[in-house]
């Protein structure tokens, strides 16, 4: 009696269901993997006139677009993952090359870097 009872417990374990259920709905958005602040290294004033950012990973390069007035960012690496180095100038400024930015991303995005540069006046 208690192999019957051993072979059906079996069999209903083994019939649990292995069905994979984690599947991630990704949005259909576009996110970008750089997003960019530039200030006044003085003043700490926000500066968005005149200003070129470059993002570059390898032989890849990328001049950063202008978000909007309201968030005053560059932004720009669209879903695309890798290791940047941004070089800033604006006119009155000395230019500027960062470090090593990695962007990575998860299973549906880019994870969005935010990066702050201050420039010094010339």
Do not use: W
């Not at 090359?97 to 991303?105: E, H, Q, R, Y």
Request: aromatic share 8%; charged share 15%.
């Amino acid at each position: 009696m208690k192999n019957i009872l051993f072979f059906f417990m079996v069999i209903l374990l083994s019939c649990n269901s292995d069905d994979d259920n984690d599947s991630v709905n990704c949005t259909e958005e576009i996110r970008a993997g750089l997003v960019v602040r530039v200030k006044d290294a003085v003043t700490n004033l926000e500066l968005q006139e005149g200003v070129v950012v470059t993002a570059t990973d390898g032989s890849y390069s990328e001049i950063l677009e202008y978000g909007s007035t309201s968030t005053s960012t560059f932004v720009g690496a669209f879903e695309r993952p890798g290791n940047y180095i941004l070089t800033v100038s604006a006119n009155g400024y000395q230019s500027f090359a960062s470090g090593l930015i990695t962007v990575t991303a998860d299973v549906c995005h880019v994870i969005p870097k935010n990066v702050t540069i201050a420039l010094q006046p010339e």
